[in-house]
């Protein structure tokens, strides 16, 4: 992906000098000729193209950015309710993420979110131990988890 990348931004500063204008409006469209270029190439190359994985990333902090709003109103709730009845606990989530980046970035996004926090990643990497502050079922919360954040991680990573 990062050669993809380079080349295409070397494609764009070649078109940049080949037109004899070094305007940002050239190397845009120096970009986008790239872009093309290397699009119409890409089964030559062993990595997929780059602009699926780009897409990918700003998914994964579009879906960041809903879940952290959705988690500020559900603890501003939790706060402003007369009387606090949380039902805090500690639960177990399997992952099926296998690096060591991607189980960093899961237990990130899962403790950058207000509510809840990654206490401990097991020996094995296989198990992420999550602390949530008031949570109705384990398995609604896993399976939330799954569903945006380690499924987001898995487009990233993998596909």
């Not at 070649?14 to 790239?34: H, P, Q």
């Not at 039902?87 to 899962?110: G, V, Y």
């Not at 926090?117 to 990497?125: A, G, W, Y």
Request: aromatic content about 12%; overall charge neutral.
């Amino acid at each position: 992906m990062a050669f993809q990348i380079l080349l295409n931004v070397f494609i764009a500063f070649v078109w940049m000098f080949l037109s004899n204008s070094f305007s940002s409006a050239t190397f845009i469209i120096g970009y986008l000729l790239g872009l093309i270029m290397l699009f119409m190439l890409r089964r030559f190359f062993t990595s997929r193209f780059y602009l699926g994985r780009v897409w990918a990333v700003i998914k994964l902090g579009g879906i960041f950015i809903k879940e952290l709003v959705a988690a500020n109103v559900a603890v501003l709730k939790v706060i402003l309710k007369p009387k606090l009845d949380l039902r805090p606990a500690i639960f177990e989530m399997e992952t099926e993420l296998k690096q060591d980046w991607e189980i960093t970035l899961l237990s990130l996004l899962i403790t950058l979110t207000p509510g809840t926090v990654v206490v401990n990643v097991s020996e094995d990497r296989t198990k992420l131990y999550v602390h949530a502050i008031d949570f109705d079922n384990i398995d609604d919360a896993v399976d939330s988890i799954r569903s945006t954040f380690e499924k987001a991680i898995l487009e990233v990573s993998r596909s």
